[in-house]
């Protein structure tokens, strides 16, 4: 007697684009204000790294904040920039 093993068709998962959110140095927000907001923004953020992401963006003009799908990528965004800070987003390529 034989037996058919009929094998399931795979299934290929496409992964949705990630996008980069960006936090751009600004002369009007205190470092600790900036801080603060990214803590109450971005979910899982430790303040060592809202820190160190403040400092890059204070240094050197810019610093990424988290790489996500566009619709989280848009909201947190838009979400720093209710509370006055300056955020980009763009495709991580």
Known sequence: MSV???AKP???RKLAPRYKVLLHNDD???MEYVVGILL???PNLTEPQALN???EAHNHGLAL???CALEHAEF???TLQTHG???TIEPDE
């Open 28 to 30: 009007f927000n205190s």
């Open 76 to 78: 947190y965004c838009e």
């Open 85 to 87: 800070l300056l955020s």
């Open 53 to 55: 992401v403040m400092m």
């Open 65 to 67: 904040v988290i790489v």
């Open 10 to 12: 795979s299934t290929v």
């Open 4 to 6: 058919e093993i009929l």
């Open 40 to 42: 109450k923004t971005i």
